[in-house]
Nanobody, 123 residues
Framework: QVQLVESGGGLVQAGGSLRLSCAAS????????MGWFRQAPGKERDFVAI????????NYADSVKGRFTISRDNAKNTVYLQMNSLKPRDTAVYYC????????????????WGQGTQVTISS
């Protein structure tokens, strides 16, 4: 049974930083691509970033390029999202996701989801 547990969300001022973590269990973490998505109130869940199984490839939504960095530590079964220069429009629930493959594209649907962690950016 796959479990994804996010942490690190909170309330910060615009311009600040947060680092989200997602601890995975239930299958061999290093075999699968991981991703982050977010859902703002009243909106659909949107892609934020993905990283392939060995950190050799990453992709980002245009809205976060240059500000967010996805990384993973396969020894710790954990994926991270470092978020810098945060803006009020980054306010959302952030979800960790695990894919069925080691390398995916931004249009590939994840297989498993975490419960989400709230990120709120004040102006």
């Amino acid at each position: 049974q796959v479990q994804l547990v996010e942490s690190g969300g909170g309330l910060v001022q615009a311009g600040g930083s947060l680092r989200l973590s997602c601890a995975a269990s239930g299958r061999t973490f290093s075999n699968y691509a991981m991703g982050w998505f977010r859902q703002a109130p009243g909106k659909e869940r949107d892609f934020v970033a993905i990283i392939n199984y060995n950190s050799g490839n990453t992709n980002y939504a245009d809205s976060v390029k240059g500000r967010f960095t996805i990384s993973r530590d396969n020894a710790k079964n954990t994926v991270y999202l470092q978020m810098n220069s945060l803006k009020p429009r980054d306010t959302a629930v952030y979800y960790c996701a695990q894919y069925s493959y080691g390398t995916v594209s931004i249009t590939t649907a994840p297989r498993y989801w975490g419960q989400g962690t709230q990120v709120t950016i004040s102006s």
